[in-house]
């Protein structure tokens, strides 16, 4: 014969040797009920030690592993393994967890006391139908405007789960337990009570009750009622005890959506910082600007980090690596293009990656200021593209005058002072800037072979007004098409014209000119910085301005 629930051999009248059957049954009793080393282990081990015990996973291999089922007890001793069935209610403690974990008849569960557990609560205030989804929940009651009654679920369909209850305000008002049948179960009364229920199958029994900290208050948190599947919680306010929702999904493939990006304004030449992480950072000066990744010395961006940068006026947005810092930019380095933008992200320490439809290493041979003809006083920076007058007018032609074809160029007024006196436009080699001449204007200088777009937004050739295209505040796009196959020159403001380039309508007669630059006037610390790709599209038939 054997017991009932370990099946272990029972000694016999006049069994011979009885000790071994006595031995045989503590070996089972020590391997059974004591402890397992993992519950995770596939493979057999190969050198096992005499008492090894282990779960049988559902992976499990091996000579001996290969026939025993999940869930068995794996003892080795005498030399071999033998496989035991767990029972029902079995508790074991696992080494490699330092914890204790129980069998329910069909897996193994956390079977540390709620007394030590830290685990989730919910708040509530009204009365309410307890389910399954509360299991293994602390809901923590507010009875302050009267009763409040939960009704649980069947015992039946409850077997094996555990619910928390904890009364905090209670102001001569209970928590009610009921049944479904609406019968009082159980009832807490006293402020600062709890109590955890679990279901047997048949009916409900209290694992544990009391007043106070036992309730596993201390150190954990509240929440809403209810949650939508997914959804990452945030906490609410500073004090750490309260979460909320969140619009934040992530699903179970790992992917997440809810989570969009908050927005910053740059307004100048910045340097990324902490800050700025996961930010969309709209770029927007009236002029180029300059966005410094710094090197990790310096300020330690961690790896990942991320912004998005958006273009907001014309001028363009450069990245700009500081000493010891490499970005990969195979698309070039200068987001350009108004309200376009790229992406910046920071691969390895001093290594970053720069990623976007707009972005532009500048067209081969782009059309600049020339360095020998202007006035001294015109500064040149940006590689020529760039230049500004300090304090005084200056003046400056581009270099590559144009004698035949069809070429567009971009003219940006980057800065300009009150009162300043600023045009662009064109002119042919025979006009002499070296007094800085109003273009168009001939008692300043500015000859007939002048085409002069003053700040007002007037155009003016031998000082007759020939077209307005609105003013050319800081910030605006002076747009030339020069055809001098045709001795026709357009101009427009921003993204509009005075006339039609493509359709050769319009335009100003340049017919007598040898040959057309690019031209300018400052005057006041101003600039005009020549576009190294065009923000606006070209007129058909046309292509841009190089040397």
């Not at 544990?208 to 990452?232: C, F, H, I, L």
């Not at 930010?279 to 410094?292: D, I, K, N, Y």
């Not at 790896?303 to 273009?311: A, K, S």
């Not at 020069?482 to 493509?502: E, I, K, L, Q, T």
């Amino acid at each position: 014969m054997s017991t009932d629930l370990l099946d272990l051999k029972e000694l016999v009248d006049g069994q011979v040797d009885p000790y071994a059957t006595v031995n045989e049954a503590l070996r089972q009793i020590e391997g059974r009920t004591i402890r397992v080393l993992s519950r995770t282990t596939d493979a057999q081990p190969g050198s096992p030690s005499a008492g090894d015990t282990y779960i049988i996973t559902g992976s499990a291999t091996g000579a001996d592993w290969d026939g025993f089922s999940e869930h068995d007890i794996a003892h080795y001793y005498g030399g071999s393994w033998k496989a035991y069935t767990p029972i029902e209610g079995l508790r074991l403690w696992v080494n490699d967890e330092d914890t204790t974990i129980a069998f329910n008849g069909s897996a193994y569960v956390d079977a540390v006391p709620f007394s030590r557990r830290r685990v989730p609560h919910l708040a509530k205030s009204s009365s309410w139908t307890v389910t399954g989804g509360d299991a293994g929940v602390l809901n923590v009651v507010d009875a302050s405007g009267g009763d409040v009654s939960a009704t649980l679920p069947s015992a039946a369909s409850a077997k094996h789960l555990e619910f928390g209850f904890y009364l905090g305000n209670a102001e001569g008002n209970s928590l009610i337990l009921k049944n479904a049948g609406g019968t009082t179960l159980f009832t807490l009364g006293t402020a600062d009570q709890f109590m955890w229920l679990a279901s047997d199958g048949t009916s409900w029994r209290v694992i544990s009750k009391g007043v106070g900290a036992e309730s596993g208050a201390s150190g954990n948190v509240t929440g809403p009622e209810s949650s939508t599947d997914n959804s990452v919680p945030r906490f609410d306010g500073t004090g750490g005890a309260t979460i909320q929702a969140s619009p934040v999904i992530i699903d179970d493939a790992g992917l997440m959506s809810g989570a969009g990006r908050s927005r910053a304004m740059k307004s100048g030449d910045f340097t990324l910082g902490i800050s700025d992480m996961g930010r969309r950072l709209e770029c927007g000066s009236g002029g180029v600007m300059a966005c410094t990744v710094p090197d990790n010395a310096s300020v330690a961006l961690p790896v990942g980090y991320e912004v998005i940068l958006v273009q907001t006026d014309v001028a363009l947005v450069e990245v700009a690596a500081a000493a010891g810092v490499t970005v990969r930019a195979p698309d070039g380095s200068k987001i350009d293009g108004q309200w376009t933008s790229a992406c910046l992200y920071k691969r390895s320490t001093n290594e970053w990656v720069l990623d976007g439809r707009s972005l532009s290493g500048g067209v081969d041979g782009a059309v600049i200021w020339s360095a020998t003809d202007k006035t001294s006083n015109g500064e040149l920076t940006n590689g020529g593209f760039r230049i500004v007058a300090q304090n005084t007018p200056a003046a400056a032609r581009s270099e590559a005058a144009k004698s035949a074809g069809k070429w567009y160029a971009e003219i940006h007024a980057e800065s300009n002072a009150a009162g300043s006196v600023y045009l662009a436009g064109l002119a042919s080699s025979n006009l002499d800037i070296t007094g800085a001449p109003r273009l168009g204007d001939p008692t300043t200088g500015g000859d007939a072979e002048s085409i002069g777009v003053y700040y007002n937004g007037v155009v003016k050739t031998l000082d007759v007004q020939v077209a307005d295209i609105g003013s050319l505040g800081q910030g605006d796009t002076l747009r030339i098409a020069v055809d001098m196959d045709s001795g026709r020159a357009y101009v427009g403001g921003n993204g509009g014209w005075d006339g039609d380039p493509a359709a050769g309508t319009g335009g100003i007669d340049i017919s007598a000119w040898p040959d057309a630059m690019l031209a300018c006037r400052l005057d006041n610390d101003t600039a005009w910085v020549i576009r190294e790709k065009p923000g606006y599209d070209i007129p058909s038939g046309f292509q841009q301005w190089v040397v």
